[in-house]
């Protein structure tokens, strides 16, 4: 069975999907992501949707689920680069990702998950003194 | 008589053209056909002249179904006809009044020619009216499809130029609304908005709402949905240029934008800007001083 590489990034983790989601692949993406971050101490996951066509529900909601599990793990979940009518069709399908943080493409993500990092070692740091 | 009794009709029309021509124009002078400017009595004399000629060419093949190919010459001038009056203007009553005024001239000379039996003077009008009622509903459907296509024009070209996307600085743009938003209008609208999000890599987007003139719950929801697309792909929105009423109407409809939202176009770029970083400042001008 094929599965999405998940790339580390310094503190983050890269998913780039490149093929169309099937269900299957869409479920083990989402365990082999769950234990990534654990094993890495992942504070960032960046998924990169730039080439994926067609979205359901089930994809839609999968994106949810991956990115309530990394907040439970402290990972910050950025979707990045969806295309226009990808959006309009997770809006039509009433999935509008509000637990999701999304920007244009993988630059601005990364830029976005670090200064997120930055934020939250600042109130670490507060606390701590 | 050795022909078809519609041939011989037809022969009537031919011996008695330009009485029933002068008839014609009569009436249609007399129902106003000509008050309001749009067509000049030549111009009417010719398109009845030609219009009695087809008519008449067709009826000499012994026929009265207007569907049929002999009538195709009649159809194709009734067409072109009546598309011509329908861009130009011309009431629905004018353009079907020009085919059924022509019944009284028609029925006139066949009483006037003295030469048929009553028998055949009722059937030759039942025959008459069945073609000429046939052909004024003909008349009025390319009419009305004629009227139709403007209005779909005129929306298409609405919607082209109404849902501008505007780019206010790099990474800035704006997204003037004007007019009513229907979800087809919205559709054309998030998707103009995110196809220029992804060219320009455009951080924020403004939406103006000054000239929409109501807000309800549907447009509420169709903004919102727009809001949320732009999300989607990693922009943020604002909207600005809620009217008071505008404001309080959705207050009391229980509308909620949970979205930034300014009173003005200059205070949501004033808040993009600082998002990004980024001032507007006074420039100190510096006299030029000759040395």
């Known amino acids: 069975m094929d599965r999405i590489p998940i790339l580390k990034l310094g503190d983050a983790l890269l998913v780039t999907i490149q093929v169309d989601m099937h269900d299957r692949l869409a479920t083990a993406l989402e365990d082999d992501l769950t234990n990534k971050i654990v094993k890495h101490n992942a504070h960032g996951v960046l998924i990169d949707i730039s080439a994926l066509e067609i979205v359901d529900s089930f994809i839609g909601r999968m994106l949810d689920n991956i990115a309530a599990v990394s907040r439970v793990l402290d990972a910050e979940t950025v979707v990045v680069g969806m295309r226009p009518a990808v959006a309009i069709t997770l809006v039509e399908l009433g999935l509008s990702l509000a637990g999701v943080k999304t920007a244009l493409n993988v630059e601005r993500g990364m830029a976005l998950i670090q200064r997120h990092h930055v934020l939250e070692q600042g109130a670490d740091d507060d606390i701590a003194s | 008589m050795a022909r078809s009794p519609l041939a011989a009709l037809a022969q009537l029309i031919s011996e008695q053209e330009t009485t029933i021509l002068n008839d014609w124009l009569e009436l249609l002078a007399a129902a106003g056909s000509l008050e309001s400017g749009r067509i000049r009595e030549a111009e009417l004399r010719t398109q009845c002249g030609t219009f009695l000629k087809l008519f008449r060419v067709a ?77 004024g509903l003909y008349t009025m459907e390319v009419y009305q499809k004629s009227r139709e296509q403007v209005i779909i024009r005129q929306q298409r070209e609405i919607s082209e130029l109404s849902t501008p996307v505007v780019k206010l600085w790099d990474g800035i743009l704006a997204l003037p609304l004007i007019g009513t938003l229907d979800s087809e209008r919205t559709q054309v609208v998030m998707e103009n908005l995110l196809q ?73 770029f004033a808040v993009a800007l600082k998002r990004m970083s980024k001032a507007v400042v006074t420039v100190k001008t510096v006299t030029a001083q000759s040395s």
């Open chain 2, 59 to 135: 009826l000499t093949d012994g026929d009265t179904d207007t569907n049929s190919a002999v009538y195709s010459g009649v159809r194709d001038n009734l067409s072109e006809l009546s598309r011509s009056r329908a861009t130009h203007g011309f009431s629905p009553r004018e353009t079907a009044s020009f085919i059924f005024s022509l019944k009284e001239p028609l029925f006139s000379a066949v009483n006037r020619s003295g030469k048929f039996g009553a028998a055949e003077v009722a059937q030759f009008i039942r025959q008459l009216t069945l073609a000429l009622d046939d052909l």
């Open chain 2, 196 to 268: 220029t999000i992804v060219d320009q890599a455009a951080e924020i987007a403004i939406i103006d709402i000054t000239g929409v003139p109501t807000v309800d719950t549907l447009t509420a929801q169709h903004l919102l949905k727009t809001v949320a697309a732009a999300r989607l792909m990693g922009a943020d929105c604002i909207v600005s240029g809620i009217r008071p009423q505008i404001a309080q109407t959705m207050v009391h409809l229980g509308v909620e934008l949970n979205v930034i939202s300014k009173a003005t176009l200059a205070d949501a």
